[in-house]
């Protein structure tokens, strides 16, 4: 299980308490434990980083008075709540007053560990979401417009950021569809020139004339030169010129691969290299993909004129465990084909089961720990706040070798 692992945990009887807290525990879940509503209501807090799951009888305040309470404080936080048998007709309506689910004691472990990663889930996509609108609401272009809430893309921005208050040259690289130009016309609204032009150009079969009224149009402002590696020879020694004048517009260049000095003008590729930003693919990032996704679904729900459908943690899930080769461009081509009811890659995935699901989903997060980390186990499992043994365990289990990432 990946991402949010805090449980708060209520009832009264300490014994069942007790064994459930040892449930979840095995489950690599972070347990607080509670034995009234008394002493769990300080933990209920708006954009609490967990779910609850909480039993309905218990003496003075029940689980009903504690679902109202954490509704009343985030109507988005799941409660799951645990019954008696006697009990699921007021389980049934406690679902409709917004529990998240129920479960009937005694519950087979699986069942609520399954339960529980849902809601967990849930409250993953829930708080993004938060974080991911109250950046675009902030008048900061980098926060506005690269989206994720991962570490590696609020170090992107931060890269951003800084490279748009130099005056220097700049190269950006990304995998395909993963937003080089992009990103560039962010460090542009970022910088001192943000008024003037943000030119693009293909730097394909671009000649000195080209280059020059290029410059020109982009005065005051930047120029983007998207696929640098392609720009002739001869135009690449005019830009070496250009970037040695003062009062020209800024140059920023792209690249959907990884240069090095044989694809360019030796003196031109140092220049670029200098100050440079890497676009992290998808693949490294799984975490941000059900953010991207639900942003997408609701401009192209919006694009089509039509409801916004709703985005099951399941269906996360499947998204999740994909390798998106694509990036950005294809999940958003995904967005748009289940916005007009045709998901059909999804939908296929999707009958492998949850269980499998979730499993890619994991095997997905530990490999992009174990390639942000260079292949350094220990520190992929500090990344991931796992036990060095659970981390180790995992790989076995997925057959991953820590030594495939090192570079």
């Known amino acids: 299980m990946s991402g949010l692992r805090q ?10 308490r007790e064994a459930l807290a040892q449930t ?12 009234s509503f008394v002493a769990a209501k300080d933990h209920i807090q708006r954009d609490f980083p967990g779910i609850i799951l909480s039993d309905i009888r218990m003496p003075g305040r029940d689980g009903f008075h504690l679902l109202s309470f954490a509704r009343d404080v985030d109507e988005d936080l799941p409660v799951v709540l645990l019954t008696g048998e006697g009990d699921i007709p007021m389980a049934v309506s406690a679902m409709e007053k917004g529990a998240f689910d129920f479960l009937e004691k005694p519950c087979a472990p699986t069942e609520l560990v399954e339960v529980l990663g849902r809601a967990l889930a849930a409250r993953q996509a829930t708080l993004d979401m938060r974080a991911e609108r109250e950046q675009a609401q902030s008048g900061d272009p980098a926060a506005r417009m690269i989206f994720g809430t991962s570490t ?8 951003v950021r800084r ?6 040259a700049v190269l950006v690289t990304g995998s395909p569809g993963s937003g080089v130009s992009k990103v560039a016309e962010v460090i542009h609204l970022c910088s001192d020139q943000a008024r003037g032009p943000f030119e693009k150009r293909a730097a394909a079969g671009l000649d000195r004339r080209d280059l020059r009224h290029a410059l020109s149009a982009a005065a005051g402002g930047s120029l983007f030169l998207d696929e640098v590696r392609n720009l002739p020879a001869d135009t690449q020694i005019a830009l070496i010129e250009a970037l040695e004048e003062t009062g020209q517009a800024r140059v920023m260049a792209g690249s959907t691969v990884e240069l090095d000095e044989t694809m360019l003008n030796g003196d031109l590729y140092y220049r670029l290299q200098a100050a440079s930003v890497r676009i992290p693919s998808l693949a490294e990032r799984p975490e941000d993909i059900p953010v991207l996704f639900r942003r997408y679904v609701d ?4 694009q089509a004129g039509l409801c916004v459908p709703q985005v099951t943690p399941e269906h996360l899930a499947v998204l999740m465990a994909q390798d998106w080769p694509g990036n950005a461009r294809s999940l958003m081509s995904a967005a748009m084909r289940f916005v007009l009811g045709m998901p059909e890659d999804v939908s296929e995935a999707a009958e492998l089961g949850l269980a499998e699901q979730m499993a890619r989903v994991e095997r997905s997060l530990l490999i992009a720990a174990l390639g942000r980390q260079n292949g350094h186990a220990s520190d992929a499992a500090r990344a991931l706040k796992l036990p060095r043994k659970t981390f180790y365990d995992k790989l076995a289990k997925y057959g991953i070798r820590p030594e495939d990432f090192r570079r």
């Open 7 to 16: 449980v708060l945990l209520v009832d009264d009887d300490a014994a069942v």
């Open 163 to 168: 490279l748009a208050k130099t005056a220097a």
């Open 299 to 302: 401009q192209a729900s919006e």
């Open 152 to 159: 590696l893309v609020e170090n992107v921005r931060e890269r």
């Open 24 to 35: 979840l525990d095995l489950a690599d879940l972070d347990v607080t434990t509670a034995g």
